[in-house]
Every structure is written in C-alpha cells, then in structure tokens.
C-alpha cells in the first residue's frame, strides 16, 4: 500500500496479488482507492455507512491524536521501528499528514 499512495497508482497493491482471496476490504486503505477498486471489480457491493458529522469529527479527532502520538514521539514511534513495523510508521505519517493535516 505504501507504494500505492507514494505513487498515487493501486497497480503495485494489483499486481503484488496482496488482494487475492479478498472479499471484503473495511476502512483504510480501502477507502482511499474505491474508485479503482470498482473499476477492477465493477459488481462489487459497496456499503455506505453515514454518521452523525460531529460524532464522526469526534471519533476521527481522537483517532487522529492517538496515531500522531504512536507515529511521531519517542518511544512510541522507536519502538514500532523496533517490533519491525517501520514500514507502518512510514505509510501512515505520509497518509495522514496529507489527508488529515498531521
């Protein structure tokens, strides 16, 4: 995925086969590419979830906070590198800095 959003193409995720076996896909990433995935799978069921806007803003407000401070303060973010999650550490600092400003 990481190559995906650096390369703004879901080709990479494609042809990795990561999605094979696949039936459903929730959240994030998902929610960043459905345009392409519909294209790749245009029978696919697509549900939409709606929420009350401000407990949504809540939700992501906290959301937000919680992955700023696990991403980008010692030791939280050390010890990600660490356990070998760096790959995630990198992805969602580049994601979330441009779709949510952090």
Known sequence: WQEAYNSRDIQPVVKSR????????????FMCWYK???????DAKVLLTVRDPKGWFA???GLKTIVHTLVNTLPYSGFLYLVGLGKTVDY???????????
């Open 92 to 102: 969602f600092r580049g994601c979330w800095a441009e779709t949510l400003g952090i």
């Open 59 to 61: 939700s992501m407000q």
């Open 36 to 42: 392409e995935l519909l294209l790749l799978r245009p």
């Open 18 to 29: 990561v999605l094979d076996g696949f039936r459903a896909g929730v959240d994030h990433p």
